[in-house]
Structure formats: C-alpha cells, structure tokens
C-alpha cells in the first residue's frame, strides 16, 4: 500500500509514514547494469533497478508481469523493483552508508526522507541532471518551480549547490486531481451501535476520550481477546492524528508575529499528557508503536480494534476480509473532530507537500536509459500504464475516459488481497514514478474502486470535509530551518522529538512525562534552536507560512 504516511507528527504530521526487518536492493548497482544493463537473450534490453521505499508495499509474485513486459517493449528497459519492509528514514540512511543502492531510487519527500536524499546528493551520491533534465520534457514539467510547493523548491527541488538531483513526483496537475486520502479516526459501526453512540457526534477532545472510555467499559471481547478501544498500524502509525486538536502546525506564531516550534508549547505538553491518559486507562493499544503491519492487520481480521487512526483506503483494505464475513462491522469516520485554532466552517487545509522524490544514484551506470525510463512513466500514455493496466486488455476508452473492463473489474473486486491487481503490474510502486498526477484530468480516476468502497469514500468525505478543502500554497517552516547554519548539529536533537513523545506517554506520572519533554527542550536549545530560528524568521518575513495543515 502505498502509504502516503501521517505528516504532522506528519506526515500527518504520513503519518507519514514507518521497525521491521529491511530488505533492499540486494542486486542493486550490481552487474547488471555496469555495462549499459544486462542484457540476456536481447542485446538491446537494458535492466535497471528500482527502490521503492515505502513501507509495506509489494509487488507481483513473480519479476515480470503484463505492465513490466510493455514498458520494456516501448523503452527497451527492463525494470526490477526492490520494496521496503520498515522505516523508510532508516533505509534511506543504510542504503546510502552501506553503498547498496539501485538504479533509481523512488520514496517520500518529506522528513528525515528528504534529508537523507539531500545529504546524499551533497555526498555526490546522486547523478546530477541539471544539464539533461531540459531534454525530457515530462520530467522537466513535473519540477518547474509553479508545479512544486515553495518551500520544497527552495530546500531540494529547484536545486541543492546550484544542481538539480531530484524529481518530484505525485503533486496534483490541477485542483480536481487532488486526491484526499481522509485521514481520521474511524470507528467499527457496529460497535458504535452497541455502544449507543452516534460517530458524529463526537466533536471534542472530551467526547473523543469518553467515547473511548465507553467502548472500554463495555467489555466487548472478540476471538476470546477483549477489544482495544484504539489502534493503528505500523509502528505507530496514525494514532498520533489527535495533535490536530491540539495544534494547527508544527510551527506556531508566539503572538508577536514570530515562529517557535510546537514541541516548545503548551499545546504540545496538553497533547502528550492527553495521549499519556489515554494509553495509562488502557484506551489505546499500547503495542501500536512497535507492532510491524502483519500484527496491526491481524489483530483487525480478528475484530479487536474499535478505532482505528490512519487515511481511509488503509482501513478499508484491512477491514475488508472482516467485514465481508461480518457484515454491518464497517468502519465509520468519528467527528469531524475539532481543529485548534480552525474558524467551524473553514475547509480543511490538505498538506499534500509530502508526495514523491525520484533520484538516479550513482551506481546507475546508463542514465539515460533511467531518464528515458522516468520520462515514458511520466507521460500520459505511461501514467495510464501503470494506474490502469493494458489498454485492450484491462481497460478501454470510454467516451475519452479510460474505463475499466468488467471481467478485470470483477477478478480485482473479489480478491481482498489485492494482489491479483498487483500481478497484472498495477500498483506495485510505478505509480510513484509517474510525474505530476492527472488521475482525473487525464485518466479517468480510480477505475478499479468498488462501487461500495466509492461509497463509503464519498460518504467519508461527506462527514469529514463539510466545507470542502482547501490545498496548501504557503511556506512551510520545517523546510526553511534545514537550510540554516545550525541544522547540522540541531538536526540530531530535532530528529529526537518522535522518539521523545513515545517516552514521555509511557511515562509513570504527568511529572515524569514534562520533564522528558522539557530534557530534550533543554537539549535542542544547547544545539542551535534559537539562532535557527531566528534565521527561519528572517527568511519567512512577509511571506504566507502554514498555520493550519491537515495530512492529505
């Protein structure tokens, strides 16, 4: 699954994104390609090696299906795709320190993510495309300074020491290809029905926690296992989503017109003396921060979690196999929930600055053929491609729209696995490679959704966006402060924030649980906090800054 994580603790935030055992390009910058690729029976073919790193994303059963076999018929290339299965920061960190690295590298563009493909390209890790990204037009498209977020240009996009390294990948052609993935709380209907609470009623942070504490007093059990009021995924991923209650951003305007980080407000101490109630009273599953994917969708298959945190397409592929053999036990949206510092009608503000970076590494030896490669997914004819299948076989055009063709549609929407999708080629980590998404203007959205999960889509959106949504434009400070002359040695007490609120929740007291806080406050000061800053504050004067974001 592709999983545009949590970016606000974000990204919420993916959530984003994300533990586990890693398993990477064990071929990659291998034979190969040192000579133009390997070439095997077609002297012509050209194999290039592809890092798909996101987190719990897979591919077919085999290395070759109907898609790959046409984009080495149109390109001359074939394409071997390696998937991560852990944090995709820590791959990042270990593909580039042990030097195993692919061809093409393809992840998140935000956090630690970035930062890690930014310190490679400074390493002289990356292949610098300044000079050819002119005679590919697709990709050239995809990173021309009106089609990034600003401050994203600025940090890695528009260039990093005057050279352009990246791609970027995934941010919408137009308003109506922005595709909001629902994050939220949602809650199992039957078990709000056994309750006698009605979802959207819960609007605050009040009713949140008793509408939890009430799920918990009820003693449900399932599988002879009592049911835990709130999970998540991986790793913890989202059921930090809360902080949205809390704080409108991660940089928060101290009254006099400057920024400050949250983590230094009281907001942030409310928020994690909030969540520190919540796993105390047993409300929230203690063992969602260090459970890999298999155990989180296990303990769903076997109805044990009421609530669960994340964007809707997670929860309804995990819940899928449960509710098809309980039926009513759907997940539900709870709220909308309030958002500090939000007016009730205001559209939520979608932070979709998170998306996609592309790189080719330095162990690519045909960089033209990877460009080639990039530019043809890029295109219209290759985004299709790899979004819906074989044109004829998979689906046709449809008064000028693709659309899918029953029997696929039929075999997809049956298999609750997903993966008789994923060995016809479609959605195994190409779709990442594709440049600016057009899924509406240009393609013909998500063909291949059940006309029930559209519903239950729509219906979300219905309840959570009653105002519509509104994309973020504005600069974003956590891009600006990593250009500043104390991010090296502030960045590793910053990276620490994560690590610190997990601490501090599972802390014995509210005392204990503020005083690892206001430990690493101390520390992060001692490193560089207060002049950066003040540079940060400099280099945002007069501009528009977010101060209310939503995860996409």
């Known amino acids: 699954m592709r999983k545009k994580r949590f970016k606000l603790a974000a990204s919420l935030m993916a959530f984003t ?75 990042v960190n270990t593909i580039f320190a042990t030097q195993d690295l692919p061809d093409i ?56 020491d005057g050279k352009k390294y990246m791609l970027y990948q995934n941010q919408p052609a137009t308003d109506k290809d922005v595709n909001d993935w629902l994050y939220g709380f949602y809650v199992r209907k039957d078990i709000a029905d056994k309750i006698g609470v009605d979802p959207q009623s819960v609007k ?31 790793d913890g991923w989202a059921v930090g989503i809360g902080n949205t209650m809390f704080y409108g951003a991660d940089y928060q305007d101290k009254g006099d017109g400057t920024l400050e980080h949250v983590f230094f407000t009281k907001a942030y101490e409310d928020y994690t003396l909030y969540y520190r109630k919540l796993i105390s009273e047993g409300l929230l599953d203690p063992d969602a921060f260090t459970q890999t994917d298999p155990i989180a969708n296990e303990k769903i298959k076997q109805g044990r979690i009421a609530v669960l945190s994340a964007h809707y397409p997670a929860i309804l592929d995990a819940s899928k196999e449960y509710v098809k053999a309980h039926p009513g036990s759907d997940y539900v949206p ?29 162990k690519a030896k045909n960089v033209d053929a990877a460009l080639k490669l990039l530019d043809f997914l890029a295109s219209d004819e290759g985004f299709m ?50 440049g600016m998404d057009r899924i509406n203007s240009v ?61 501090a929740i599972f802390a014995k007291s509210d005392d204990a649980a503020l005083k690892v806080i206001n430990d690493l406050r101390e520390q992060i000061k001692n490193t560089g906090y207060d002049d950066a800053m003040k540079y940060v504050n400099e280099e945002l004067k007069g501009k528009e800054v977010v101060k209310l974001s939503m995860p996409n």
């Not at 835990?228 to 991986?234: A, K, Q, S, V, Y």
């Not at 590793?492 to 609120?501: E, K």
């Open 334 to 362: 709870v709220g909308p929930l309030e958002r500090a510092g939000a007016e009730p009608n205001r559209p939520v503000d979608l932070n979709i600055q998170g998306n996609n970076v592309t790189v080719i590494t330095k």
């Open 204 to 234: 605050t942070k009040d009713d949140f926690y008793n509408f939890l504490k009430k799920i918990k007093d009820a003693n449900l059990s399932e599988n002879g296992a009592p049911v835990i009021p709130l999970g998540g995924f991986h």
């Open 17 to 91: 994104l994300i533990s586990g055992m890693l398993y990477g390009c064990s071929s990659s910058g291998s034979g190969d390609s040192a000579d133009g690729g390997d070439k095997g029976a077609d002297s012509k073919t050209v194999t290039l090696t592809v890092l798909n790193n996101w987190n719990g994303s897979s591919g077919s059963d085999s290395e070759t299906n109907p898609v790959l076999k046409a984009i080495e018929e149109k390109t001359g290339i074939k394409v071997k795709i390696d998937y991560t299965k852990g944090s995709e920061a820590e791959k």
């Open 105 to 160: 590298y393809t992840g998140p563009a935000w956090g630690g993510e970035l930062d890690g493909i930014i310190k490679a390209a400074k390493e002289g890790q990356l292949v610098d495309l300044t000079d050819k990204i002119d005679q590919y037009p697709n990709l050239a498209k995809a990173i021309a300074k009106d089609n990034v977020p600003p401050a994203l240009y600025e940090k890695a996009i528009g260039g990093i």
């Open 385 to 434: 491609l790899v979004h819906y299948g074989i044109q004829g076989t998979h689906w046709d055009m449809v008064d000028g729209k693709p659309a899918a063709k029953q029997e696929w549609f039929d075999k997809f929407t049956a298999d609750t696995t997903g993966k008789a999708k994923k060995n016809e080629g479609i959605s195994i980590g190409l779709e990442n490679m594709t």
């Open 443 to 503: 393609g013909g959205g998500d063909i291949w959704a059940d006309q029930e999960r559209l519903k239950a889509m729509d219906n979300a959106r219905k309840i959570l966006r009653p105002n519509g949504i509104s994309v973020i434009s504005a600069f974003n400070p956590g891009d600006v402060i990593t250009k500043s002359p104390q991010w090296e040695t502030l960045k590793p007490s910053m990276d620490q924030i994560g690590d610190v609120w997990k601490q």
